[in-house]
């Protein structure tokens, strides 16, 4: 802001942003700026204000609460003002706010005696949800009414929206409630469910929101509370509004979670400052394992009489605050998009950003995804733009402040050549399909043509190939390979392992031994596993556990290469868009000659096996129709076609009248079936699909094999915190050598949690869930008596 401004004209216009910003954060649901921004420009507003105290008016958003009731809502006057709470962003803020209670509650006593100590205040903790502040009231027990914050004194009422959210009581429990009792709280979405939401969004064509905390908003203010019934949202109760039930915060809590009022897990009791410090360092240490979005950590004082003898200042109260964490977004400008070529060919743009601190990091980069990203959120090169960051994921651009958009932007366009080797960009259209082979959602990505003669691909691919989790050959880094490709030693992953003593020893940094070293490396990769062999071809989409299915399942190399994708929906959790990337590799002449070239050169598959026991046999007749996906004929009407027809052929080949004499067989359903059996090409792909069953043995009438259950066939298990005997990795593979399946999160599906050293939010989740839990020697002794 130019200081050649007078103060009144400052004041003026901070107000006028503020307001603006309040606008479309609380009205709209569509917040232009980040938080940090927003809070910034508050701190500006309040110092001046406390230098200009005669200038401060009645309508200043420092003298109320921001917001206003949104139109079609009938309005709900709060009988106590919803206040927000003052914010600390440094540990000198928390410091100083704790050493106003202690003045304010010694009563001057301190200043009468030099040696009194004050104190230690007691204070109750929770983390600051991101959600949309709400009221809920009940009347004898029951549910009366919800409203939303509003500007303080007047909300929305909401109550109808409120009553479809699941973890919000319509009854209290037990007894010894108020006749009336008022709860506030946070209505939120969490992360999993704001991805679900969003991608359903992208699915249907629709707006997808920017954050949860945005989501939950747009969600709860619905006219319609259809619609929010729809929305995976939740309420926690943070305090009360009109009575106290007892003498403590945290046994206000306490006793509202007796009454079936959801409240934090993580709400705890500290003393003094230096409590409160440990529990915002812990809070942050664990934020990103939290389920929900979170932005600070909320700091009361815990007894009821302190925080009554403190009282209220204008809009917030003087006993509690929230010390924020550095922020997770943040508004910088977009100075220029680069593309970039991956592993697999694809052109993908990236921002390059003015640096900007966020989330405690200076970032200067940020993903755009795809030129599809670019278009919806509408960006040009010289915006500026919101990007966010969270834990360790990249950073990316999640909107444009369009407002501020300079006269000079410029387009972004899609290069038609390479930047790496100046071959063709072709578009490619993707697809992303339901189990069922539905289409949910399309998009399209560019690719360059050029395969491993685009070095950027080959080197990315070399990378991924070498890496410990696919052939795991040690000592060929970045620059090394870089060093490989650009001399022309190596132009597919095969040509490794024709690498001579007398090249090597050529390269920057390598003498006899080293050479030697690596040599040795390469030959000791000759005889992987079938699953690191899968794994480390590159195929998309196909992670370590997926070629670690196909390896289990099919058994070699040669079923994988053959397999349709009919055949691999089959295995356990491979779906359709998975098995046709699978078939188009193997399809792939490129693919094929470069398999091939690794087996020339001396690759020996050391764990090849038949099919999978559990396999043999395991397609019905009804499956195998089910999965023609013919509108009308699902499990139960699949079924009584399977039972009528004595085989495929038969049913291929039957006509309207036999069609007909199906019992129960929907008339509709009939004239489907037989339109769909009409086309020569479908019938090809079923008669193709069945043989390739009866050549793998899964056909209906090939005989199951009796097999020998897994100790853990089924189950599913979770690993937290440090192990010290094992690695992490040893205990999985141990795990899924007994058949089990490791998670790298708790649900109710966990059969067991291993909880190893500074175990974190699984083992609290596992127990809340009341999940057995191992600790390390448990665990090991299992494993032991398992495997014996």
């Not at 929770?126 to 959600?131: R, S």
């Not at 670019?374 to 960051?389: H, K, Y």
């Not at 053959?562 to 491979?574: I, K, N, S, Y």
């Amino acid at each position: 802001m130019s200081q050649s401004l007078s103060p009144v004209q400052q004041l003026a216009q901070l107000r006028a942003q503020i307001q603006q910003y309040d606008y479309q954060y609380y009205v709209l649901d569509n917040p232009s700026v980040p938080d940090a921004e927003y809070d910034r420009l508050f701190q500006q507003l309040q110092e001046l204000e406390s230098q200009h105290p005669e200038l401060i008016t009645s309508e200043s958003p420092s003298q109320r609460v921001s917001g206003k009731p949104m139109e079609g809502f009938q309005q709900v006057r709060h009988s106590i003002p919803m206040l927000s709470l003052g914010n600390a962003f440094e540990q000198t803020d928390m410091q100083a706010f704790v050493q106003r209670i202690e003045r304010a509650l010694s009563g001057g006593q301190a200043q009468n005696d030099l040696f009194a100590q004050p104190e230690p205040i007691i204070f109750c903790c929770e983390p600051k949800l991101d959600g949309l502040a709400v009221s809920i009231s009940y009347v004898d027990g029951v549910l009366e009414q919800a409203a939303t914050r509003g500007d303080g004194a007047v909300g929305e009422d909401i109550t109808h929206n409120v009553r479809t959210i699941r973890n919000v009581p319509l009854r209290l429990l037990g007894q010894g409630w108020p006749q009336r009792l008022e709860v506030r709280g946070e209505v939120y979405m969490p992360k999993a469910s704001f991805a679900a939401l969003n991608e359903r969004a992208i699915a249907a064509g629709e707006r997808v929101f920017a954050n949860p905390r945005n989501a939950a908003a747009g969600s709860l203010r619905q006219l319609d509370a259809k619609i929010t019934a729809q929305r995976p949202l939740e309420f926690c109760c943070y305090g009360l509004g009109d009575s106290h039930i007892a003498e403590t915060q945290s046994d206000i809590m306490k006793q509202l979670q007796q009454w079936g009022i959801p409240i934090s897990p993580e709400l705890r009791v500290v003393e003094g400052v230096q409590g409160c410090l440990d529990y915002y360092q812990d809070i942050g240490a664990r934020r990103n394992d939290l389920p929900y979005e979170i932005d600070g950590v909320v700091f009361k004082v815990n007894a009821i009489e302190q925080q009554d003898e403190l009282g209220f200042r204008a809009r917030e109260p003087r006993w509690a605050i929230a010390y924020k964490f550095a922020a997770q977004e943040e508004i910088t400008i977009l100075q220029d998009v680069e593309f970039q070529v991956g592993r697999t060919g694809a052109i993908t743009p990236v921002a390059r950003l003015q640096p900007v601190q966020v989330g405690g990091v200076t970032v200067s980069n940020a993903t755009l995804h795809n030129m599809d990203e670019i278009e919806r959120l509408g960006l040009m090169i010289g915006d500026t733009v919101i990007v966010r960051r969270a834990g360790d994921v990249i950073p990316k651009v999640t909107q444009v402040v369009l407002e501020r958009r300079p006269a000079d932007a410029r387009a972004i366009t899609q290069p038609q050549h390479c930047p790496e080797c100046g071959s063709l960009v072709e578009r490619t259209q993707l697809r992303r399909h339901s189990k069922a082979g539905e289409v949910l959602s399309q998009g399209a990505i560019w690719r360059c043509v050029g395969r491993l003669s685009c070095p950027a691909q080959l080197k990315q691919a070399l990378l991924h190939f070498v890496s410990r989790k696919a052939m795991d050959i040690d000592g060929l880094g970045e620059k090394i390979i870089d060093q490989l490709v650009e001399r022309g030693l190596v132009r597919s992953p095969a040509d490794l392992y024709h690498l001579t003593y007398e090249q090597v020893i050529e390269l920057e940094g390598f003498a006899q031994l080293s050479t030697e070293n690596l040599l040795n490396a390469v030959s000791a990769s000759k005889q992987p596993e079938l699953a690191r062999f899968l794994y480390a071809l590159g195929i998309p989409d196909v992670g370590e556990e997926t070629a670690k299915v196909l390896a289990r399942c099919l058994g070699s190399l040669a079923r994988v290469q053959q397999a349709l994708p009919q055949t691999l929906q089959w295995l356990p959790e491979v779906g359709h868009e998975v098995a046709h990337e699978i078939f188009n590799f193997f399809q792939g002449e490129h693919n094929q000659q470069v398999v091939a070239a690794l087996l020339a050169a001396g690759i020996e598959l050391q764990d090849e096996t038949e099919l999978a026991a559990e396999l043999a046999g395991s397609v019905t007749f009804a499956d195998f129709i089910e999965q023609w996906q013919i509108s009308g004929i699902a499990r139960t009407t699949a079924q009584r076609v399977a039972e009528h027809f004595s085989s495929l052929s038969e049913l291929l080949t039957a006509d309207w009248l036999a069609l007909a004499a199906v019992p129960k067989l929907p008339e509709k359903a009939a004239q489907n079936l037989l339109f769909f059996l009409q086309s020569a090409e479908q019938v090809q792909c079923i008669e193709q699909a069945e043989q390739q069953l009866l050549e793998f043995g899964m056909h209906w009438t090939c005989e199951q094999q009796a097999q020998e259950q897994a100790a853990l066939s089924g189950q599913t298990w979770v690993l937290t915190g440090t192990l010290s005997q094992l690695t992490r990795s040893q205990a999985k593979q141990r795990l899924e050598a007994l058949g089990a399946k490791v998670a790298g999160s708790v649900s109710n599906k966990t059969a067991v949690v291993v909880a190893g050293e500074s175990a974190g939010s699984k083992l609290t989740r596992a127990l809340e869930l009341k999940i057995p839990v191992l600790n390390e020697q448990e665990f090991i002794q299992r494993l032991t008596e398992l495997e014996s």
